[in-house]
Structure formats: C-alpha cells, structure tokens
C-alpha cells in the first residue's frame, strides 16, 4: 500500500546487471533489510487550533505540521503533507479562515512516502482530534458537535477555502446512519451503567467523519500542486466479430477485482454477457497507456474511460445499423445488446452482426473504417469526493491497559457501486489497516536511529483474533462529475478508522481525566497515560 510505488536502487542495478550479462538476476532481501531500506508512512507532528462561537460553531482552523520525511526524498514524500493540506477542514462548513503551515525535515530514519490515504488520514485524524476536545471544552456532545458544522447537502457544490469544489455529499445522513447502526443510545445508556467508580472495564464509544480526494485527477490541478504525472487515463474497447469484447486498460489492477468491475461496465453498456469481457491490463506491448492504480482513482478515471470507449463504439455500431437497416441513426435504439428502428422491432440488428459486419467491411457506410472498436483518454474535470462516519464502541480494562474492539461500523458513500462485494472488501481491509495503526502498529528507533521494530517479531501487525467483526453501511451520493456517478472507494476504510478507534478509546477514560493519547494504543501506553491522568492512582 504505497512502498511499490518507489524504485529503490537494488531494482535498478539488477536491470543494469541482466542487460549487462544478457542473463537473469535476482536480488534477494531479508525482511529487516526490505523494512529498512523501503518505506514508512505517516510520520508527523500535528498542532491543530479551533475557534468557534458559544453555539459550537467552528469559526476558523489553524494547523502547524512537522513532517518527518526521513533521510532523503522519495517520490511523493513531500507530497503526502501538500495533499492533506487541503482537507484539514474535513467535512465541516468553515469560512475561509484557514492557516495552515507545514515544517518538513530531514531526519536520519527511513524516508516516508504515501501509505493507503497519503495524507488524508492524517489531515482526517487532526481535524477529528480537534473536534473531541472542542467537544469537551464546550461540554457539547461530539455527535451534536459535527451536526452543528456538517457541511449541508444543499451547499454542494461546495466550494472550500482552498478553491477547491467538492461535488457533493451527504454528511448528515451518513452520520445518522452510523449512529442508528451503532445503536449509539443505546450505548451511552450502558456506558453510564457501566463506567461507575471503581470500574475496571470502561466502555467508550468513538467516531470520525471523514471526506477524500480521490480519482486525482484533472491534470491541470495536479500541475498546479507541482505533481509532475497527469491525471488522465485511457482505454480501448473492441468488439470482436467472434462477439466477443476486449477491453483494454491503462489501469494495473493486483488485487482490487478491475478485472471483474472492468467487465461490469462493459456488459452494462453493450449488452454482452460479462463472460465475453476479456480485460486485458499490464502489459506494456498491448496495454492502453496510463497513469496506474493509485489514490483511489481506478474506477473514478479509469473506469469512466471504459464507459466513454463503449459509448464510442455504440456511435459507430449505430451508423453502421442505420445504414444496413435503411433509416436514419437517431431513429434507432439500442437496448440490451441490439438496435432496432422505434416502433418497429422487428427490424432490428444485434451488436454481435454489426461487429462481424464491421470486421468484413463489404456493407458500411461511406468514410466509415473497419472494425469495431474505439479509444478514450479521459481526463476527469474535477477529483471524486468520497466521504462517510465510522463509529466504535470499545471496552478499556484499567488495570492491564488493554482494548478490546466490541462493535465497528462503517457508513461509507462511494457513490454509486459497480460491485458491492469488492466495495465491501475494500472497506473492510481499509478499517483493518486504521485498527492496526491506532492499536498496534509503530516503526521504533533507538536514540542512535537503528529501527528496531523490524521483523514481524517485533513489529506488531493485528491477528484476526484482534479484528472485530465489521459492520458497512452506504449512502449512495452519484458524482455529478462522470457519467457512472462513481466515486473511490479503495482508501477509506484506513481513513475513517484510526481516528474512530482513538477517540472511542479516549472517551471510555474521559471520567479518569485522559483527554489525549499518542498512537499506538498499546496496552503500555494505556495503562501509562491512566497513571498519569490520576495522578498516581489519586483519582
């Protein structure tokens, strides 16, 4: 999730060697060398100020950031605190009274680049910290708090303080679904039973809001954020005269299912059976240029391409009926895999003839060329704006540190789906990455800045006995932007979840005083900062 995005130098010199040898060679890493010479992610110190009226009304936001980049630059390593710049507001209505500023230094630790969310979970977990303590110092619920400065669905398109427009969304419907599904009352009605004096299992419950910039995307946008790639991505679809249909994409899919939601959409459109879809990706001599798989942008980007190539190839499948069948193009339509002429169905032509009748060229229409296919580079003109609100309910034991997740919930609009199940998946896997970075996972180095957490001996990722069972929930919000009303789905999960996960932590202990916490939630950090909240065990 980030560390392939780089080339590291011992790939460039077994290229040079094999070119050199005219032979094979392989470079061979032990875990500990593989952790130490990649990269890491986060890696920032956040300082974040609110101001807001008596009502709880956020007023202005100032953010101060150190930004460790680590002992030389890869490629986007400045850029994951320049992304997350711009959504320090979250999903909140605040006028344009926004400081922000970031200090990045070099540091003798391993360099960080983008790791799944590339600086929106950072900018998400500030602006969502924040919002629990202004939650606090005004004594206002946090969940009323949020309601009060939602962005509201009849604002979008919203424009922020930082000229950009986000297309749409729903936050408060989200948040409200979240919290039916949490049966937050539910909870803080237990939690009041539960968390007397004396208590040692705590109960809290936490939640985040969150929105993303994904499908980045247009060009113009990136160029003027100094990004040196485009934004665009292309596709060709071809229809076979076997009926068969190719779909050729710039995108690199390895594990997020493009093959299966590329078919999706190409079925859709013309009416072909997803079984006759071939996708056929990453592969350099065939393969449609583009700008890879990244950022939550395949599906809003790549996948709208396809959309437009299949819409290319009705164009042309529809002058070449309108010819063979005598009338004229727009008095013909084109449902489930045919045309044929309105109001007389009986003259009709099925996309699989139109194709063959392409491939032999001896009845179409004058300048018309062979075959049936049609190319697209797509340039989207503005990115896709997912949001959502997580919401968890955690139980602290007091006396060995330790959290135990009891119930997770994920309400996440991605616009419209093309496949439910891999959206699922990827929320799921996404909530699981938050979880490990508020509860487990660190990079720790000595004062002389050996890393010491490694291997996986040392360096704590979550087993599934430490995975709660997960909960999703949608809203459906279409993208106004492109003609699937999609969105992004692949980054949202990590998003959403470390700062739901540490604000429920926090929350369970507000009545021994803790207001705050550094990741990870080890049970030693726990139990320390109890100690420290109580001064001894005074409290």
């Not at 130490?36 to 986060?42: E, M, N, S, V």
């Not at 630790?109 to 900018?123: C, I, V």
Request: net charge negative; charged share 20%.
């Amino acid at each position: 999730f980030g560390s392939k995005l780089d080339v590291y130098a011992e790939e460039l010199l077994c290229m040079a060697l094999a070119r050199k040898h005219s032979a094979p060679v392989r470079w061979v890493e032990e875990r500990t060398e593989n952790t130490q010479a990649t990269i890491q992610g986060r890696g920032q110190i956040q300082h974040v100020e609110l101001a807001a009226d008596e009502n709880g009304k956020i007023t202005a936001v100032r953010v101060r950031i150190i930004g460790d980049m680590g002992a030389y630059l890869q490629l986007v390593t400045p850029g994951v605190p320049l992304l997350g710049a711009f959504l320090y507001a979250g999903v909140y209505d605040i006028p344009k009274a926004y400081d922000f500023s970031c200090t990045s230094v070099f540091t003798n630790l391993t360099p960080t680049d983008a790791y799944r969310g590339a600086g929106r979970p950072e900018a998400t977990y500030a602006i969502e910290m924040a919002i629990e303590a202004l939650a606090r110092e005004m004594k206002i619920d946090s969940f009323e708090l949020r309601k009060r400065n939602y962005i509201k669905k009849e604002q979008f398109p919203y424009t922020a303080f930082s000229g950009l427009t986000y297309d749409s969304g729903d936050h408060l419907l989200a948040a409200e679904k979240a919290a039916t599904m949490t049966d937050l009352a539910g909870v803080r009605a237990q939690q009041k039973k539960q968390n007397v004096p004396g208590a040692t299992k705590l109960l809290g419950v936490g939640m985040s809001s969150y929105f993303e910039m994904c499908g980045l995307a247009p060009s113009r946008v990136l160029a003027s954020l100094n990004y040196s790639a485009g934004g665009w991505e292309a596709a060709t679809v071809r229809v076979l005269p076997t009926n068969k249909v190719q779909v050729i994409t710039g995108t690199s899919p390895h594990g997020q299912g493009h093959e299966t939601s590329w078919a999706m959409i190409a079925s859709e459109k013309l009416g072909v059976a997803p079984e006759d879809v071939d996708v056929l990706h990453s592969d350099t001599a065939i393969s449609a240029l583009g700008l890879d798989t990244y950022g939550s942008r395949s599906l809003p980007v790549g996948g709208v391409a396809i959309a437009l190539a299949c819409d290319k190839v009705i164009e042309k499948a529809k002058l070449i009926a309108a010819h063979q069948l005598e009338c004229a193009a727009e008095d013909l339509q084109f449902v489930g895999g045919t045309f044929s002429v309105k109001g007389s169905p009986d003259r009709a032509l099925p996309l699989a003839a139109i194709a063959f009748g392409a491939f032999t060229a001896h009845n179409l229409p004058e300048g018309c060329e062979p075959n049936l296919e049609a190319q697209v580079s797509y340039d989207p003109p503005n990115f896709s704006w997912p949001f959502g609100t997580h919401m968890c309910v955690v139980e602290v034991d007091t006396e060995t540190g330790a959290v135990k997740i009891l119930k997770y919930i994920a309400v996440d609009d991605c616009g419209n789906q093309i496949n439910p199940l891999i959206v699922e998946g990827q929320v799921h896997g996404g909530v699981v990455q938050g979880i490990a970075q508020a509860l487990f996972e660190e990079a720790v180095y000595d004062s002389d800045g050996n890393l010491k957490s490694s291997n996986l001996s040392e360096y704590l990722v979550p087993a599934a006995s430490d995975v709660p069972a997960i909960t999703t929930g949608h809203t459906i919000t279409p993208s106004p932007t492109n003609q699937l009303g999609v969105k992004g789905v692949g980054e949202a999960g990590t998003i959403g979840a470390a700062p739901t996960v540490m604000t429920a932590i926090i929350d369970a202990l507000s009545s021994l005083g803790v207001t705050s916490m550094a990741m990870p939630a080890s049970p030693q950090t726990v139990w320390k900062t109890i100690q420290e909240a109580t001064r001894g065990g005074k409290k």
